[in-house]
């Protein structure tokens, strides 16, 4: 299993900060690569599809959307385009899937040490409690959810 490359995981921290500040409206189903810009609206997996440079609709080589429970399923199975990591590093995702009434949700990690796991992520939460859905915080949610997992794209593994 490998580790983020350096080059990719400081490429798309900086790329996750450009969206700070811009007062993003939390709109379900919105957002993704390529119309999409900071401070559109959007929501947590539309906003990872702009990070990752990728359209959210399936296409060759990935049959699924990007959508935080498909996200999850690769990685804990097939691993055909997300691959789960045995721990947080910076630039990876931090995501766990829908589970009963509950939506799920994916963040960027941008600091997974001091004991404290701190990243970006577009949420509902976010634009309700700070008027801007897209914010670096500590993601305790994500620590407290026992199906949160961490997970990278296979292409940006180092060898």
């Known amino acids: 299993m490998g ?14 900060r450009k969206c700070l ?3 993003t409206v939390y709109a379900l189903s919105k957002g993704g690569y390529p119309t999409w810009a900071p401070g559109d609206p959007s929501d947590c997996s539309g906003w990872i599809s702009w990070l990752l440079q990728t359209k959210r ?5 990935r049959a699924f959307w990007i959508e935080t429970t498909a996200i999850y399923h690769d990685a804990i199975g097939a691993e055909s385009v997300f691959v789960r990591l045995k721990a947080p590093e910076p630039g990876c995702l931090v995501v766990y899937p829908d589970h009963g009434s509950s939506q799920g949700h994916i963040g960027l990690v941008t600091n997974p040490s001091a004991g404290k796991l701190i990243g970006i992520d577009c949420g509902h939460g976010n634009y309700v409690h700070h008027g801007d859905a897209i914010r670096e915080h500590e993601l305790t949610y994500f620590e ?13 593994l180092a060898a």
């Open 144 to 156: 407290t959810n026992s199906h949160s997992i961490f997970v990278a794209l296979e292409q940006d």
């Open 57 to 61: 609709e399936p296409k060759p080589g």
């Open 3 to 16: 580790v983020l490359t350096p080059q990719i995981a400081l490429a798309r921290i900086s790329r996750a």
């Open 21 to 23: 500040g811009h007062h």
